[in-house]
């Protein structure tokens, strides 16, 4: 067992899920980027290459840099709310949100 996957376990985190939420956030994201930012090879390439789900997250602000300049913020805004949803529970940097 790698020491992450103990460590969310301690935690109480089900490990189970986080490579479906990972993929399925990836998917989404670049999605996003080739239908408003096609031409954006270096983003697509980070997309792509992530390695886990927190780089995903710390991903979607150069994300929403990439829309706003070719859509306008409003577009971006709501373009990164959504990608924000599909993390569900799993966002890096604080503490995870319950549901209620």
């Given at each position: 067992?790698?020491?992450?996957n103990s460590f969310w376990a301690m935690l109480g985190?089900?490990?189970?899920?986080t490579p479906d939420t990972f993929a399925?956030?990836?998917?989404?994201?670049?999605?996003?980027?080739?239908?408003y930012?096609?031409?954006?090879?270096?983003l697509r390439h980070k997309l792509t290459f992530a390695i886990d789900?927190?780089?995903?997250?710390?991903?979607?602000s150069n994300l929403m840099i990439a829309l706003a300049a070719?859509?306008?913020e409003t577009v971006a805004r709501d373009c990164?709310?959504?990608?924000t949803f599909l993390f569900q529970e799993r966002q890096p940097g604080g503490a995870m949100r319950k549901r209620p």
């Open positions: 067992m790698r020491i992450r985190q089900d490990i189970s899920s399925r956030v990836r998917r989404a994201m670049l999605a996003l980027l080739e239908e930012c096609p031409d954006n090879a270096e789900i927190d780089a995903l997250w710390y991903l979607r070719r859509q306008g990164i709310s959504r990608i």
